[in-house]
């Protein structure tokens, strides 16, 4: 049995978290002038016109379903390789077989499934 004294972690003093790839840190965002986050955005957004927004339509995501599912190793491997949130690229892959699957086969029905 080892000796060394249990590390405890408090969340009381920590700094603040940067967020990961993909997530927004809103707060700076709010302090951010529109010429600040011009200059930071991507090439492709640079010349958007200006009613690219107007038809804009929100989409709230549905909520995940935790499952448990077995993939052959290289498979798991190659898209855990590609970075961080692979399982929802993973997920943005079998939606895109579905969605196709579903254009080939519109008279079939959709069975949702959640148990």
Do not use: C
Request: charged share 35%; aromatic share 6%.
């Amino acid at each position: 049995m080892s000796t060394k004294p249990i590390a405890r972690h408090s969340r009381r003093n920590a700094k603040p978290r940067v967020p990961s790839r993909g997530r927004a840190n809103l707060a700076l965002l709010h302090e951010a002038s529109d010429a600040a986050i011009r200059r930071s955005a991507p090439p492709e957004l640079t010349d958007l016109p200006a009613d690219f927004w107007d038809d804009a339509v929100p989409v709230i995501p549905e909520a995940k379903v935790p499952i448990s599912l077995r993939v052959d190793g290289d498979v798991l491997a190659w898209f855990r390789d590609e970075g961080p949130r692979y399982q929802s690229r993973m997920n943005a892959v079998l939606r895109s077989y579905m969605e196709s699957a579903r254009r080939r086969s519109p008279d079939k029905k959709s069975r949702a499934r959640t148990d």
